[in-house]
């Protein structure tokens, strides 16, 4: 199997970076909400050995890129060490919780919308209907790594599987047996996630790539093209 090890050093900056910000967005906005626990952690830092996790941050997107090869349009998706905070508390008990655990995939979706525009309006991809052509080169490898890498985050994140972010958002409308069963799965930390990633790949990949093109279509939707 032939690895591009340009590309994947792209993917991995890009990850760590994107990384980086997603967590302490959690922390800040936990912050925010009067939890000071990802201060006291020493979390609310830009320093990304802060926030890497060995399986999540480097080898489920290593293995992602060595598997599927070099293709702006594969989904490459991973996360971080979860940043450290006390729902109880947060202000707006399972709302405010849960507005915690969304504020690292927004910072995921911004990025990206970020990484197109600059993409779009650098020339280094064009735009025919609803099909996007990425330019040959270094940059263009990068502000598409950039696109992908973070909505492969977002819509990898916004799951609703302990303890990815999402299922904040299901803890605050869940009833407590639900919750309580949650609670179970998340004490078993990201090998779970790791192990549901392998087991269902397949499935994941595809609710992944569904949400990226509807986000794509979206973003070429709100550009002056």
Known sequence: MDIDFTYLGIVLAVVFGSMVLHELMHGLTAYWLGDNTAKENGRLTLNPIKHIDPILTIALPALLVIMNGVTHSTPIFGGAKPVPFRPDRVKGGE?????????????????????????YFGGYITIAGDTIFMANDTMSTFLG????????????????????????LLYAIAPEPVQKVMQAIENMGVVIVFAIVLLASGLIGNILSTI??????????VLPI
């Open 95 to 119: 709302w405010g919780a849960a507005l915690v655990g969304v504020a690292g995939p927004l910072t995921n979706l911004v990025l990206a919308f970020l990484f197109f525009v600059i993409a």
């Open 145 to 168: 790594a950039g696109i992908m890498v973070n909505l492969g985050f977002f819509a990898f994140n916004m799951l609703p599987i302990p303890p990815l972010d999402g299922s904040r």
């Open 212 to 221: 990226i093109d509807f986000i794509l279509k979206l973003f070429i939707a």
